[in-house]
């Protein structure tokens, strides 16, 4: 296998388990999403909407850290379940 293909392959496995969960969240979000609609105009605001409310609220509420970092793992796990649906 490339070398190159195989890195970005094993790239979750190097991931923070923080990052994971955000993106599993991103992942199960528009699984859900895209049962009922597949409008662009729909889906990629209310990913970027939960994605960045999910860090607003844990900076509010004090029950977390804000970072944008997290709020990126939400919407790439999200855009890669959406990318594969449209498929």
Request: with cysteine; glycine share 6%.
């Amino acid at each position: 296998m490339n070398k190159t293909l195989n890195k970005i392959i094993r790239y979750p496995e190097k991931m923070p388990c923080d990052k994971r969960l955000h993106m599993i969240i991103g992942v199960l979000y528009i699984s859900m999403l895209t049962i009922f609609t597949l409008n662009v105009f729909i889906i990629i605001p209310s990913l970027i909407t939960l994605a960045w409310g999910i860090e607003f609220f844990q900076k509010f509420t004090k029950s977390g850290t804000y970072d944008n970092w997290d709020a990126i793992a939400v919407i790439a796990g999200g855009l890669i379940v959406y990318i594969s649906k449209l498929l």
